[in-house]
């Protein structure tokens, strides 16, 4: 997982040593369950399953929470609005890092709820930054690679060709 790695160094960095670890709570949630919920448009049951989630976090003494799936983040307000949590936006911290990198012109691949929706587009729309979905035709095959290979952590290297 390379944003436990990511976040680890960050911290350790912070606190000047490497003989220190944050304290990391995971609450993992089933993505298929969601992906069903949304396919089904019940918008509130995630909110709600999301939110319980984020509950379990308040609940174990966490500061703030994070979702780390874009997915999840087309219902961000309504799943905030589920607890007392404080949880941080991927989508806000990847427009401040496509600022922070000058960044223009950007593309999007996600699960076929994140490249159809706007969520994710509009916050880099507003910040001059232009997202390139792909097309209607390609969006089919990302989501479902997102969802049989991905979500299971299967990945296969490419081999290079020198």
Known sequence: MNYYSAII???QERVGTDKELPRITIESIN????F???DAQQYEKIAGYVGAAANNLLKAGCDFGLICGNTPHLL?????ARTDLSLLSIVETAVA????????????????????????????R???????????DDQPI????IV???????????????
């Open 142 to 145: 990302i989501h479902q690679k």
């Open 97 to 124: 890092a496509a600022q922070q990198l000058h960044l223009q012109r950007l593309a999007l691949l996600g699960t076929k709820f994140t490249m159809q929706n706007d969520f994710f587009i509009k916050p880099f």
């Open 36 to 38: 069903r919920l949304l």
């Open 31 to 34: 993505m298929y369950h969601m």
């Open 9 to 11: 160094k960050q911290y």
């Open 126 to 136: 507003e910040a001059g930054i232009e997202v390139c979905r792909p097309s209607e």
């Open 76 to 80: 961000f307000d309504k799943i905030q």
């Open 148 to 162: 049989d290979k991905l979500e299971n952590g299967l990945l296969r290297k490419r081999l290079s060709s020198s």
